[in-house]
């Protein structure tokens, strides 16, 4: 197979091909990036974002077309779709006002230091590889691409194989800003492009994708010391808690579980409700769910749109089986709607348990399995237990108590009354813990990560601390220095009064 061929999965129909790149197309793309690279690294930090300014223009002018390609190629409503533009859009916009104090060079005085000028300066590190999953085609693979580029990086991004076309649309976009030639190269293909550009010698990669593939990902990328940022999957939990808002807490976590037909990493795959609301809860959070409309995003008006991939349907299926199989009981959906195109329907499931891989493993659908637990602290202690950390929410109208139970929840992202809140805010940078990854994408974080921090130095006063010949009276030196710095009072008088006797 030679080539993709990307399909709109709302009704199957093909919407056009991309070419799979060979490992020597891939090495052939980051050597142009490369010598792209050269010049926009020497550029100024302002020249740069000067640049970057005529892609956020060609961004707010192709905003329609964008989100339309989105809307078939991946499924998503098109509000969602508008959303991963705006997205993009804030993120350059942000970076156009801070990045000048994010990546500021800083002077440093070490004390041992005082005969040198020390100072720390940001240096870009060279070819940035970006692989992206589809789920969010446009904000995850453009969210580091514009980081690596304002820190003055070049970038190949390596596209889902199921969003392929959407990935050609970056590098579209790119030419139409004008953008220096090679600066930006897409390479499409599979997980084998992938694993060609790793080894084709890029300077770091941010990897966005599943667990299992993040494993062999962080493999790979430590046999070429690539350095790396991994955003994996999430089994996000939200734990209602007896003096919730039952209606608010309904609709929030809705919301939070099934945006983008619950395809969202920092989706909640969870509910922990205590005992006393578990029945009011999940009679609101049913009648809520029955209320979504379910179809394609051609129709606005749809609230939970196409399942993008068939292998993520057969996850749905075989996860809904097993709980049924195991003793969960269905509230609300089930099944795979009929065709044409792939189409679950929000689906609550009651009586389950951690036998079940509804429970343990990601599901990354529209599928919402509620456990009653006695209180907060069996619902942080099985939020906890998992061995994901991306996001977890918690739902009280004690804000007080809620705050403080929020920083023992392990994740990355924990919000009140909310999920997943820092999402789409360029300030505020995004990331994991435990499996689902480690580094961080947007915000300063991500704008740093960009970036190896030097250390330059020269003379200020002349004269060098350290060097030949080694003679007792060095060690001495030292040795005193040892005491005069870190010791106690009594050694340090010590000192002081060996002095005066040899004196
Ligand atoms: P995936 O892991 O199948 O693929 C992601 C990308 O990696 C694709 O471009 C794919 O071609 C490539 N790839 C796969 N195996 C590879 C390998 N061995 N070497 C190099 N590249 C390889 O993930 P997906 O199905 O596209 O996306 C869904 C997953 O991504 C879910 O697990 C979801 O939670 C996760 N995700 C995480 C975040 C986050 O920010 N933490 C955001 C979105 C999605």
Redesign the pocket.
Known sequence: MSELISRNPANGEELGRAPIYTPEQVRAAVQAARGAQTGWGQASLRQRLQELKRLSRVLVEQADAIARLIAVEQGKNQIEAYGEVMTVLELLHFYQRNAARILRPRSVSPRLGALRSHRIIPRPRGVVGV??????PVT?SMEPLIAALVAGNAVVL?????TSLIGLKIGELARRAELPDGLVQVVT???S???A??AAGIDKLV????????R??AA?AGEYLVPLTL????KDAAIVLADADLEQAAEGILWGALLNAG????AVERIYVEQAVAEAFIQKLTEKAARLRVGPSTDPNHDVCAIT?E??QNILKQQVMEARAKGAQVLLGGDPLPGPGRFFPPTILVNVNDEMSVMRE?T?GPILPVRVVRDAEEAIRLTNASPYG?TASLWTRDLRRGRQLLTRLEVGDAALNDHGTSSGHAEIG???CKA??YGK?RGEEGLREMVIWQHISWPRLGGQLMGFPYSAKKVNLVRTLIKVLFGNWQERLSLFRSRERKG
């Not at 390596?158 to 199921?162: F, G, N, Q, T, V």
């Not at 990897?207 to 993040?214: I, L, Q, R």
């Open positions: 692989i992206s999953p589809w789920n969010y995850l390596k596209p889902s194989e199921y293909g599979d997980a492009t992938g694993q550009l790793i990897f966005t994708g599943s667990v299992a593939n993040g062999k990902v790979l955003e994996l999957g999430g395809q969202a990493c920092l991939t292998a993520q990601e990354f991306l995004w990331g994991g689902s990854g994408t």
